[in-house]
């Protein structure tokens, strides 16, 4: 399995580090056999998987049970688990329990927290209880509400700046990777420049150190909105529809199941059943 030391390595060579989240056994099983180099357990899931129309109704217990099922799925993947909303906020001592718990109970590698600010100290310190963090920047969808909304972030000269001065003040911190979310590719060009730390971007161009997608937003599985920023690399949905109406289509007109798909008991059986 790769480890933070192998991520270093890896941007350090220019070479591009791959990752997609997996809220299940399936999808991250898939996503470990096509060479994904880390997984996100991302709290999306309450979009694309629970049906919410944001993040913020999405629970650590929730995150937890998503998370033991990817974990099953991508034993040798580096796992990286979302801490939801509302859960890195209050007191210290308390996120440092809620992140051990998680670790302890999903098997996670890394728990990632969106933000600068206030969440330095977190930051800081559950790296220093040996927890691997993940820091989240740009377009922060648990604080969509603040932000006024799913828009781009860091377009004008200040909003850059403060992104490249958290950027730094996060690698300080201690974390082991940054997500750049939905902001100018030239801004995510010179955070990439200005960390040792990977960068991974979504909406953020070209030139961070890797890439991040939703799976169910790059396979078209779903009816959800997607982002600009997408590239839809299959059509799971069409698929998944088609098969669902076949099914439907065939147990009405009686042609499944087939005797191909029945059990047979023994003639002699069947005479002792007739008396
Ligand atoms: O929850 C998620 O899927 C994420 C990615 C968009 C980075 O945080
Ligand atoms: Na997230």
């Known amino acids: 399995m790769k480890t933070t030391s192998d991520f270093l390595r890896m941007k350090a060579a220019g070479e591009k580090i791959v990752m997609l989240t997996a809220y299940d056994y399936p999808a991250a099983k898939f996503a470990e056999e096509a060479g994904v180099d880390m997984i996100l357990v991302g709290d999306s ?3 694309v998987v629970l049906g919410y129309d944001s993040t913020m109704p999405v ?3 929730d995150m937890v049970h998503h998370a033991k ?3 099953r799925g991508a034993k040798n993947t580096f796992v990286v688990v979302d801490m939801p909303f ?4 209050g007191d210290v ?4 329990k809620t992140a051990v718990s998680m670790m302890q109970e999903t098997g996670a590698d890394a728990l990632k927290v969106e933000g600068a600010d206030d969440v330095l100290p977190v930051i800081s310190k559950l790296t220093s209880a040996g927890i691997p963090m993940v820091a989240h920047l740009g377009l922060l969808p648990q604080s969509a509400g603040v932000l006024g909304g799913y828009k781009v972030q860091g377009k004008t000269a200040e909003q850059a700046k403060k992104l490249i ?8 911190a201690g974390v082991c990777a940054i997500v750049l979310e939905c902001i100018p590719h030239q801004v995510a060009e010179i955070v990439s420049a200005n960390l040792v730390i990977p960068t991974i971007g979504i909406g953020a161009g070209v030139d961070s150190d890797g890439q991040v997608l939703v799976y169910h937003d790059m396979l078209g599985y779903g009816s ?11 059509d799971m949905g069409a698929a ?4 669902i109406a076949g099914y439907v289509e065939a147990v009405k007109a009686g042609t499944f199941p087939a005797p191909k798909h029945f059990f047979t008991m023994k003639d002699e059986a069947l005479d002792q059943l007739y008396g």
């Open 45 to 47: 899931l309450g979009m």
């Open 59 to 61: 629970t650590v217990a």
């Open 69 to 71: 099922a990817a974990r």
């Open 86 to 89: 509302g859960s890195y906020h």
């Open 93 to 96: 001592n308390d996120t440092l």
């Open 165 to 172: 001065e958290d950027a730094k003040k996060c690698e300080a």
């Open 224 to 234: 959800h909105h997607v982002p600009k920023f997408v590239e839809q690399f299959a």
């Open 240 to 243: 998944a529809r088609q098969g």
